[in-house]
């Protein structure tokens, strides 16, 4: 069974530039989450959705970062203008409906590099 | 957000000690749920607890909700090379809203 599937695995780019992260959730699951992980911070999540409505975006760090889901196996995380401190691995999860109170299964992240 | 406290940060023990990780909550949390990250890795859910005083086993790792469904521990005997990595743990309070710990970092002396 294919797990969820995130791409791409590795981003270099240049500060200012635009980042778009991709998510493939497992299929039949309901809920999808988008999880930032740094030393500093360790592992924060950003924004979660159920049945492609965000319900909670309180951890999205500011305007620069916006997500969306437009369909049950698809969305996107993306940072413009990027910046240096935006480097980190990003992960997204997925879980069968009434999400949050099912197990999470996550992709093997992004990992991301603003010079 | 990271509203429930986890500690140790971090733990380095040798082969064959026990270790133990704690979650706190400062509201009654609806579950709980455990994950473990391997160093490059990515988290790995391990188990999930509901009722309250619920005790759960996997082998020689132990989990434990507490009474007031405010804490949880992790305690894992006689640690192997293999349970190196960070452990997590992940709340619900309330309906919707999910909160964690900043994890523990377990590494091991063979």
């Known amino acids: 069974d294919a797990g969820v599937i995130q791409s791409p695995r590795h981003e270099v780019t240049e500060m200012g530039q635009e980042v778009t992260l991709r998510c493939k959730p497992i299929?039949?699951?309901?809920?999808l989450f988008w999880y930032r992980q740094t030393m500093m911070r360790g592992l924060e999540l950003l924004i979660y959705f159920n049945n492609n409505v965000p319900i909670d975006d309180s951890g999205m760090p500011e305007d620069r970062f916006s997500a969306k889901m437009p369909n049950a196996s698809f969305s996107t995380l993306k940072i413009q203008p990027s910046e240096p401190r935006d480097s980190a691995v990003y992960f997204c999860?997925?879980?069968?409906?009434?999400?949050?109170?099912?197990?999470?299964?996550f992709g093997d992240g992004t990992r991301l590099s603003i010079l | 957000g990271q509203q429930v406290m986890q500690i140790p940060q971090y733990q380095h023990v040798q082969e064959g000690e026990d270790f133990t990780t704690y979650c706190n909550s400062s509201?009654?949390?609806?579950?709980i749920q455990w994950y473990k990250q391997r160093p490059g890795g990515h988290p790995v859910f391990l188990i999930q607890?509901?009722?309250?005083?619920e005790v759960k086993k996997q082998k020689r790792l132990t989990f434990q909700f507490g009474e007031a469904k405010k804490n949880s521990s992790l305690h894992i005997t006689a640690t192997q090379t293999t349970d190196v990595g960070t452990y997590f743990c992940k709340g619900l309070q309330g309906a919707q809203k999910l909160v964690f710990g900043q994890g523990t970092r377990l590494t091991i002396n063979p």
């Open positions: 607890l509901v009722k309250s005083g």
């Open positions: 999860a997925s879980s069968l409906i009434s999400g949050s109170n099912q197990p999470q299964h």
């Open positions: 509201t009654t949390l609806s579950n």
């Open positions: 299929s039949g699951h309901n809920s």
